[in-house]
């Protein structure tokens, strides 16, 4: 019985098809796992899956790495199974690493809005249905395989502009140049090997195919480990290490300064921050609402509320936001602080939001970790 060989397949010998498929499967199972265990110890404690939809992308090179040892110890299989496998495998890796995309903690602004809505699964799950069911089709009925291969190709482009996209937001943010241009010039290699799919050259294919997927599991383990030093440089804060002092103090000049004192935010020792005259009266209601009164919420005007008759603590959220600000400025510097590594862990610690939504907001500090001067009146 003779059997029919695509003559583009037996353009690469076995050995080195066979050598391959097992680099891919050890490798990616390796990296599979790795990735999974950094999840495990760190990643597991805050909901954060992005890791375990990443690790479980490269798992499916892996499977593809077994295709192509199976297929080179029976030569005489259809090319159609290899091809539609490779295929298959291909776009559950790019499904597995847009769903991964969510959890990403810094997001382009340009797309935030659109990865993070409640319609990014069909957003990427529609375009995947589209193209792997004519890939069952080739597979069960041996139709052309050009088709098939363009809708990968189609597919992985998708996810490439997304991913590399992202992938530079986020070591940019966190100061990591050096890898965000790493980043760059492995989705352009990775587009490269996409390119290469709708070719006949199988032998450049495999070779920018071991190139750009070992590329990508570095990025993917510097991106973690990114992510390890992100957790690290985020200051921890309890409220409860928290003291406050509120003083009025004449410069040399003879002008009185709001000066406020407060330690357990960056180091044990008082941080001295003036305020101005605007913000002064500001933390001092919040203050003197803790230190006097039991319940020592401050109500938050709603935005819709145009009654001027009433006088509410707060005018806008806004101004806790300037506050913030302000604090931080003279606790760190301006323009040394982050958002995300310090801001939000400060307001966290600082401040304390009403459990019923109702707009009322104070002082999360214990009332014995304030103190304020006598001579400033009320």
């Avoid at 409220?239 to 509120?246: R, S, T």
Wanted: aromatic letters at 16%; hydrophobic letters at 45%; a positive charge.
């Amino acid at each position: 019985m003779i059997f029919f060989v695509p003559i583009n397949i037996l353009e690469v010998s076995i050995p080195i098809l066979r050598f391959y498929g097992w680099w891919q499967f050890g490798v990616c199972l390796f990296a599979f796992i790795a990735l999974l265990s950094i999840w495990y110890h760190i990643g597991r404690k805050k909901d954060d899956f992005g890791q375990v939809w990443l690790a479980i992308s490269i798992l499916c090179w892996s499977f593809s790495g077994i295709v192509e040892v199976l297929f080179t110890y029976d030569i005489f299989l259809n090319q159609n199974y290899l091809s539609g496998f490779r295929s298959i495998f291909s776009l559950l890796n790019s499904l597995f690493i847009l769903l991964a995309l969510p959890y990403f903690k810094y997001l382009p602004k340009v797309i935030e809005q659109v990865i993070k809505s409640k319609n990014w699964s069909i957003i990427i799950g529609l375009p995947f249905l589209f193209s792997i069911l004519p890939t069952f089709s080739k597979l069960i009925f041996g139709s052309s395989g050009r088709l098939i291969s363009e809708l990968d190709v189609y597919y992985s482009t998708m996810t490439l502009l997304f991913l590399g996209y992202v992938l530079w937001e986020s070591f940019i943010k966190r100061k990591l140049n050096i890898l965000a241009y790493l980043s760059a010039v492995c989705i352009l290699i990775t587009f490269a090997a996409q390119v290469f799919k709708l070719t006949d050259l199988q032998i450049n294919l495999i070779l920018f195919s071991a190139i750009f997927k070992t590329n990508l599991i570095m990025i993917f383990f510097a991106l973690a480990l990114s992510w390890v030093k992100d957790i690290s440089e985020t200051i921890k804060i309890n409220p409860e290490n928290i003291f406050l002092k509120l003083e009025k103090i004449k410069s040399d000049s003879g002008k009185l300064e709001n000066i406020i004192w407060i330690k357990g935010i960056k180091n044990p020792e008082y941080s001295k921050v003036r305020l101005s005259n605007n913000m002064f009266p500001k933390l001092q209601k919040f203050a003197s609402k803790k230190k006097h009164e039991e319940e020592a919420w401050l109500e938050i005007k709603p935005k819709s509320d145009n009654h001027k008759n009433i006088d509410y603590d707060i005018k806008d959220y806004n101004e806790i936001k300037r506050l913030t600000h302000v604090i931080l400025d003279g606790i760190y510097g301006k323009g040394v602080w982050d958002k995300n590594k310090h801001e939000e862990p400060f307001k966290e610690a600082f401040f304390e939001m009403s459990e019923r939504r109702d707009r009322k907001i104070r002082l999360r500090i214990p009332k014995n970790n304030i103190e304020i001067d006598k001579s400033i009146t009320s």
